[in-house]
């Protein structure tokens, strides 16, 4: 028998596939289109996240000078500015700006507060592209013109300071004439962690914080009309500055480096927006799931009146293709919205102003995306389509073994897959986007087991005593046609994914918060000179505060390992070393013995350095595998000009998480005791109030010291977490709305299959009351298992998280989980039961010829 | 005459998924239908009867033997082969009507002939249901039909590509007695003006008796012909 169609036919027959899918949608098609609205949200947050991407990329490239604020900035620490640097930056031509940066302890006279800030200290035209926005704006330039200072306008606010008080920086008063907005090339998340105070460069000598040995960035800038002259710099300077420890950045740099850091912020928001899709994914395939078993019949019938299981097939392909297609045109249309918003709910953290362009780019991927991944989600789903008998039509036979195994095996593989590659494509890294895609299998077998799990406890323990009304809703869960599993998995996922937003945001909080809990030390005082020690360690005595730790900090520069240098390195890349390993400056200690943060995991630790021997020196295991080094390995430092051959002793592991010192280089006893050095102390306050006090006594005695306390960091970070929050739960929004839109076809899909029976219950004489009581005893079931199995996936994750990445003990939010819990749980009764009203508002022939 | 169908020593034996016991449906049965005929097979419940339309109409697979429609074996060819001889010989008329429901009347008489690529499916369906008397409800949807007329689309449908041989499985089995007349002449009528051969599977003896040829089964196997 011949079954190939002749070209002719072929088009004839594709024809009838497509309009059969388009005559047969019909009656469906408010059903097919909320299914594939599920997947609209996912494309939207895709499309406008990567609309607004592209925007943001053209307004780098425009805004790129505003960036830098220069056509060329050199700079570096300040003992890298030796005569020899100086010369360089002076012989560079153009118009020259100078700015010192350094954090120091600033002091509010009138207030009495104190704070760490980032004082900059500017002489010159700076910036030459963008402003320095004040309030007043004459501000901007009026600071540079005498005694006088810019500070960062949330700082005043939050110290109750008002233009025309005065800021004392190190030893010297400035009057404040100007709350500082911006910076060129800083956001709003940058000032958080490093607020600014801008003072001039002339009256920095009078601060008394430009000592030997104090930790002070300097930077030039350049204003270079001629491009040529800009490359010609670049090309002829940077290798030497490079060797000096001096950086060389151009607006190309500046440009760079800022689109790749922004890339990683749209990546991570790109991935929370996948997640919403994939739950759209599985909502759609779950629906079409149970709409396909609806179908068999009108299958069985075509294929009995002559077509093909493969004409069978395309016509449900074409239908969910066709749906597809318009739920991510909408979703792209979204998505073009969202865009408007996007530079709003992120202006914290992006350097320049965006505005939106449409991205036809991205809307076509976002398009084509959508139709990709509603055809490959349907699919497992379709395939039942195709091994349906046309006996069925005489009779109802129970579906053969299904051989296509293999071909569900292969759409499997696809999905997973594509669902790595994708991730891979947000998260940078196979191996952790392997993990990530392992996870939602992981969830999504997990809801699969407790759906499954359910429907036969409530079979084997069913409570036959109850009454009739809780009896059938009961009975509803494990019933032919039951929509347990579909709503477990898909309202469980998003409930998962919810939850563990908020929980891990409670888990950062947590994890600093610990950190300073019990007889652990909550306050760091740093730059101690020498001479500073004794009255530090005085006053801090007189505050009856205890010195838990006092210790000496040397900064140098690593210069070979192995015999092998910067350059070498560099010029070789086979060898393993990389070049932020020579470029960065190392701050180590020396101590004897090893303390409570620390244990050797490798190698020996000599505390005591014996004259003529060797120097042994102890790495954290971390640092060492990062910068390839091994046990016995040599290393070269450059402690202040003298060179110190040193070998790798042993490896440590520390604990990182607490306020105190730890240190990624450790010498024994003996070696560096007469280097220049400074000291930390640490120590422990027990009130606010307190330690507010004591900061204050420090501050006005020492201007140099720099404080860090547990309050700073906390209140830091829950600013920052605070502005990160409202964009993770913007984005946790669509993960929401499309649950509540799987929810709502989940709900659609099963009122069709319920309604044959309600409208016979109705007819046997129910009340509405008790079809009523019946459906929200379903719903209530379904609701309450699906968010407590999503609950429980969050909560293990969480376990996980706190102690394997954080190694804090974990403690749930017990308010938010019952919160979380009891929405999802009212949101499926109410939708469940708002949907299902026809059932019981109409009389049962109408329902039924209207429906079904 | 010669024949259309010609059925030797068929046998179909379903194996129970769950006992793996064989359970033995039809037992070496032997006829032949000659082209032009009507011919029934009457029998009890559960002698068999549906199966072997089934089986004859190349909806299922058969165990042993063979069955050759219109000079096609139906024994070696797979779903898709047995599509095309559906659509090509053979038209169905089923107790439960079997109409897709979400298509209209008309829609629903053109699939056999949109399935061959027919130009004007669409002028010959609404002819075929002006023929059973329905030309004023060709849109109108299964659901807001009665069993009667559902059945009436049903037969137009069923003669829209003229088939060779026509299955009637229990066509007036959900219908009134009066409704079961007209449509019984109505079945008996388009049959004679087609010139197709007609097999009806009843346990209405009545109905039997109108046709040229009768078989009964019991038990899966022919106890008279």
């Known amino acids: 028998m011949d079954t190939i169609v002749k070209p002719g036919r072929l088009n004839e027959s594709w024809r009838w596939v497509i309009k059969m899918a388009w005559k047969d949608s019909r009656r469906n098609r408010t059903r097919l289109f909320i299914f594939i609205l599920s997947i609209a949200l996912g494309i939207a947050a895709l499309v406008g996240i990567n609309s607004f991407k592209s925007s943001l990329v053209s307004e780098i490239n425009n805004q790129a000078k505003e960036l830098l604020g220069a056509d060329l900035a050199i700079g570096g620490q300040s003992k890298s500015f030796t005569e020899e640097a100086y010369k360089f ?403 469980g996922l998003g409930t998962a994914l919810i939850s563990s937003l908020y929980s891990m945001q409670d888990l950062l909080i947590q994890q600093i918060t610990i950190s300073g809990e019990g007889d652990r030390p909550n306050m760091v005082l740093f730059d101690i000179q020498t001479p500073q020690i004794k009255e530090v360690q005085e006053i801090t005595l007189d505050y009856d505060m205890p010195i838990i730790q006092d210790v000496p900090v040397i900064t140098m520069t690593l210069k070979e390992i192995n015999g092998i240098n910067k350059y070498q390195a560099i010029s070789d890349s086979t060898l393993g070393y990389k070049k932020w390993v020579y470029n960065r400056e190392y701050r180590v200690t020396y101590r004897e013995k090893l303390i409570s943060s620390e244990k050797i995991v490798d190698g020996k630790w000599r505390g005591e350095y014996q004259e003529g021997d060797s120097v042994f020196i102890s790495i954290s295991k971390g640092f060492a595998q990062g910068i390839n080094v091994n046990i016995g390995d040599e290393i070269l430092f450059n402690v202040q000009g003298a060179l110190i051959k040193t070998y790798v002793g042993s490896f440590r592991e520390v604990d990182w998480r607490r306020v105190q010192t730890n240190f990624l280089v450790l010498f024994p006893k003996g070696v560096l005791e007469d280097a220049p050095q400074f000291n930390v102390l640490v120590t422990k306050t027990t009130s606010g109030d307190y330690a507010s006090r004591y900061q204050q006594a420090i501050v006005r005695n020492f201007p140099n010291i720099s404080i860090i306390d547990l309050g700073l960091i906390l209140s830091t970070l829950e600013e920052i977490l605070g502005k990160i929050s409202f964009v993770i739960q913007f984005m946790a929004l669509f993960s929401i709305a499309t649950g509540l839109l799987v929810l709502l076809s989940s709900v659609i899909t099963s009122k069709y299959q319920r309604i044959e029976e309600n409208v016979l219950l109705r007819t046997l004489g129910a009340s509405k009351s008790q079809i009523w009581k019946i459906l929200f005893t379903e719903y209530f079931m379904l609701g309450t298992i699906a968010s407590s199995a999503g609950l429980f996936i969050s909560m293990v994750g969480s376990l996980l998280l706190a102690k394997y990445v954080f190694e804090i003990p974990y403690a749930p939010n017990y308010i938010s989980l019952i919160g979380v819990f009891l929405i999802i749980t009212s949101l499926t009764v109410i939708i469940g039961l708002l949907n299902s009203r026809s059932v019981t508002n109409n009389p049962p022939l109408q329902v039924i010829r209207k429906e079904v | 005459m010669p024949s259309i169908l010609s059925v030797s020593d068929l046998s179909k034996i379903y194996t129970n998924a769950h006992t793996k016991k064989d359970l033995k449906i039809l037992d070496q049965i032997n006829f032949n239908i000659e082209k032009g005929a009507s011919f029934s097979i009457v029998g009890p419940s559960g002698s068999g009867k549906t199966t072997l339309l089934g089986l004859c109409a190349g909806l299922d697979q058969v165990t042993s033997g063979s069955i050759v429609l219109n000079d096609i074996k139906l024994d070696n060819l797979n779903e898709d082969q047995l599509a095309k001889v559906r659509n090509d010989h053979v038209g169905f008329v089923f107790q439960n009507f079997q109409l897709i429901p979400t298509l209209t009347a008309l829609e629903n008489v053109m699939i056999p002939l949109e399935l061959r690529g027919e130009k004007n499916a669409e002028s010959s369906s609404k002819d075929l ?76 003896l009545e109905l039997a008796a109108k046709t040229d040829h009768m078989i009964r089964l019991k038990g899966g196997k022919i106890i008279s012909n």
């Not at chain 1, 699919?379 to 006996?391: M, N, Y």
């Open chain 1, 89 to 491: 930056t002076s012989d560079i031509p153009g118009e020259k700006s100078y700015e010192s940066s350094f954090a120091s302890m600033i002091y509010f006279p009138r207030t009495d507060g104190t704070r760490l800030m980032n004082v900059k200290s500017l002489k010159g035209a700076y910036p030459y592209y963008g402003i320095i926005e004040t309030d007043p704006p004459e501000a901007a330039d009026q600071f540079k013109k005498g005694q006088f200072a810019l500070v960062d306008e949330s700082v005043m606010l939050q110290y109750n300071v008002a233009v025309g008080d005065d800021v004392k920086v190190g030893e010297t008063l400035f009057n404040i004439v100007g709350k500082l907005k911006k910076v060129p090339g800083q956001t709003e998340i940058g000032t958080t962690v490093a607020p600014v105070v801008y003072i001039p460069l002339d009256y920095l000598g009078g601060t008394g914080l430009m000592k030997k040995g104090s930790r002070i960035n300097q930077t030039v800038y350049y204003k270079i009309d001629d491009p040529n002259e800009v490359a010609e710099t670049d090309e002829g300077f940077r290798k030497e500055l490079d060797e000096m420890g001096i950086y060389l950045e151009t607006v190309e740099d500046r440009k760079r480096d800022t689109g790749r850091a922004f890339s990683d912020l749209a990546d991570f928001l790109n991935l929370v927006a996948f997640v919403a899709l994939l739950l759209g994914c599985i909502g759609v395939s779950s629906s079409v799931f149970v709409y396909i078993k609806e179908k068999i019949k009108t299958v069985a019938i075509l294929r009995c009146l002559g077509a093909s299981s493969n004409q069978v097939f395309f016509i449900f392909l074409s239908q969910i293709a066709i749906f597809g297609l318009i739920g991510a045109v909408i979703g792209a249309a979204i998505g073009v919205f969202i865009q408007g918003y996007l530079p709003v709910l992120l202006q914290d953290f992006i350097p320049v102003e965006v505005n939106s362009a449409i991205s036809w780019v991205s809307i076509l991927q976002g398009v084509f995306l959508g139709l990709f991944i509603s055809i490959l989600f349907t699919l497992l789903p379709l395939l039942k389509v195709r091994k349906v008998a046309p006996l069925g039509v005489i009779r109802e036979i129970v579906s053969k073994k299904s051989d296509s195994w293999m071909l569900s095996g292969i759409i499997y593989t696809i999905i997973f897959l594509f669902v790595w590659f994708f991730s891979k494509l947000q998260i940078g890294e196979w191996l952790e986007a392997f993990f990530f895609t392992l996870g939602i299998v992981a969830a999504f077998i997990l809801l699969t087991l407790t759906g499954k799990a359910v429907i036969w406890l409530v079979r084997k323990f069913f409570p036959k005593s109850v009454g009739f009304v809780w009896r059938q809703g009961m009975a509803n869960l494990y019933r032919p046609n039951n929509q347990t599993l579909t709503l477990v998995v898909t309202i």
């Open chain 2, 129 to 204: 249901l002006a023929r059973v008397g329905l030309s004023e409800r060709m849109i109108h949807y299964p659901v807001q039909m009665s069993g009667g007329e559902q059945q009436r689309v049903s037969i137009a449908r069923a003669f829209s590509n003229n088939p060779k041989i026509l299955f009637a499985d229990e066509p007036t089995g959900n219908l009134d007695e009066e409704t079961s007349q007209s449509i019984e002449e109505l079945l008996f009528q388009i049959n004679k003006e087609s010139g197709t051969t007609l097999v009806i599977v009843t346990h209405d």
